[in-house]
């Protein structure tokens, strides 16, 4: 079944691929966000949206599908990648590392604003608390 869902995702029908994307988490859920993420890129709405609450279904386990997707040239997809991130709360996790390294975390810090342009507008967002110490944005 979960392959027969894989090959739907590349359907020409969007409710198809929609659909196709719900059906692969509920029966796969983490190994399935490498195939789902793809689809934050999708030409239509609904199958994007299919896609980013798959992955947030997924949780933290989508991390690794996600990120790469935050420098993709399509603005749906980096925009659906910093939701995705957002709404997992893996942002916090991400900047972690990087608090001790100011050029690291300015990195960080403009990769996400630039993929959450309407989400993170401005270089703050709650979630960019450290241990008590905000990444001030640049």
């Given at each position: ?37 793809p689809l ?6 609904w ?23 935050l ?10 990648a ?9 942002i916090p ?8 390294d ?19 507008a ?17």
């Amino acid at each position: 079944a979960a392959d027969a869902a894989r090959r739907l995702l590349a359907d020409a029908v969007p409710f198809v691929r929609a659909h196709a994307a719900r059906t692969l988490v509920r029966l796969q859920h983490a190994t399935a966000a490498a195939d789902i993420a793809p689809l934050l890129a999708d030409a239509d709405w609904w199958v994007r949206q299919a896609a980013k609450e798959g992955l947030l279904a997924i949780g933290i386990d989508a991390l690794p599908a996600v990120m790469p997707l935050l420098e993709s040239p399509d603005r749906f997809a980096r925009n659906g990648a910093a939701d995705v991130l957002q709404g997992n709360g893996a942002i916090p996790q991400l900047l972690a590392p990087a608090a001790h390294d100011g050029e690291a975390a300015a990195a960080l810090r403009q990769k996400l604003t630039h993929a959450g342009e309407r989400n993170l507008a401005g270089g703050r967002h709650p979630s960019w608390q450290i241990a008590g110490t905000e990444l001030e944005a640049s």
